[in-house]
């Protein structure tokens, strides 16, 4: 064995001044006796070459952890995409046998965790203790998983419980607390503005794309375009709410031809910004088709207009939602909305960010957010937002999502995109349906967000005052500047909220 406590500098390496102390302050000649004992053993050897056994640095960088996330979880947010329901039609109520309402099952029901494993399903009436039974190990093969892990801070800052390690009766007291909690509306106020510290929400109402009204105080309109792309004949609307030939007839417009339609899209998209919406949004056609929206002559998309889908082949019927995209990316610059489109997770085959460069490219005056960094893709999303930083800078990202999605895979997002892209191109959101997943996914973010800031401190490429102020970017200022009007509608700084 080779006597390493020999070498130069091995003692400086070993013995560091927490160990030094530690050790009573032995003078050279014992620092050097110990270094030699110790390194002969080979398995401690090869612990030092693990940075995290300094005292010294876990300590510094755990301080800094905890100052970061202290001053993120004081910032009054902007989440820039979420689908809160009105209070009376929100997902997951259920009849149980105190009545209509939510509880444990309707909360994890319409959480993302069921795309890991489905939930023993609720029976009308059901007690309980019954479908606990049942349910109570579905989790063990989920535990290491987000879809899993994002919800237990609301159980445990909300409610006070361990959800990994609950006892029947503790569940059974869940479930009612949640029950009455959800006997009032204030139960959301609460946990969304002063519990999540979020002080206004965009909110995609895809269960209602033209009715331009909000129902939280704290909501923020968005109009979510992505049925408009199907308009092609009357016959492609099942669902009225989706049907822009409704508003038409509302409206007594004619719609005869393709420059009819256009005018149509033209008129909904100014009454939806003259109801206070602030941005477009597509967020449901990655979930059936490429985003590859390639540039068609308007005769192409004319040929197409007013004829049923049985007479039209696939490449008919892209080629008119490739055109109806463009177009309403060039009104989305015309009346100035911000135009959120879905990317990644959802149709996996032809979602990758990098499909919209050309449309991105060709519409220069459009702001375009990409929704939830693009996952699994998040570095081409990195790569096309850098590639345009230097033309015509109209992409930003948006993480909602994503750290519910994969906590890991959002580290290394956020570190790589502040790497490459100006630190005002970033924002976030909960992308949940209920306050006790928009309080887990906003607390997510922020230990996503302090983690990577933290370590970029402690390496030495950012300063505190630096880090706090990305930090604020990405929770708060960036929206305020992607989207100027919600200067607008902020309220913090000047009253409490009033109860809905």
Known sequence: ?????????????????????LLGGQPNGMEWMINRRLLSLAGFWALLALPAVAPGQVKSQDTLYRQIKAYLDSIPAIDTHDHLRPFDRLQGYVQTERGLGMNLFGLINTSYYPRIKPLTPWKPEEQFRAWWAEVKQNFDDARATTFYRY???????????????????????????????????????DVVTRRANIELMLIDPYWAKFDFRTSYKFGVLVFNVSSLLRGFHPAEFEDPSDNPYRLAAQWHL???????????????????????????????????????????????????FGRPQSELTAPDIKAFEDFIMWYLAELAAHYDLPFQIHTGDA???????????????????????????????VDETGGLVMAEMSRAANVWIDSNWLPTISYTMAKRAFHEWLEVMSSNRIMWGTDLHHAEGIYAAAEMTRRCLAEVLSEKIERGDLTMEEARRIGRQIMRDNALEVFPQLKGKLWKNQSQLASP
């Not at 406590?5 to 390496?13: C, W």
């Not at 029947?168 to 006997?183: C, S, T, V």
């Open 1 to 21: 064995m080779h006597d390493l406590g020999m070498q130069p500098g091995r003692t400086q390496r070993l013995l560091t001044p927490e160990w030094k102390e």
């Open 151 to 189: 919800l237990l801070p609301a159980f445990r800052d909300l409610y006070g419980v361990d959800f990994g390690q609950l006892t029947d009766e503790q569940a059974q007291d869940l479930d009612r607390r949640i029950f009455e909690n959800y006997k009032d509306p204030q139960w959301t106020y």
């Open 254 to 304: 004619p719609v005869n031809s393709l420059d009819d339609y256009m005018a149509l899209l033209d008129r909904i998209c100014q009454e939806a910004k003259t109801a206070g919406a602030m941005g477009l949004i597509d967020d449901d056609t990655a979930y059936s088709r490429t985003l590859l929206f390639e540039r068609v002559p308007k005769a192409a998309a004319a040929r197409v």
């Open 347 to 377: 149709r996996l085959q032809g979602t990758n960010p990098l499909l919209l460069m050309e449309m991105i490219e060709g519409n220069p005056k459009t702001k375009f957010i990409l929704m939830h960094g693009g996952f699994p893709w």
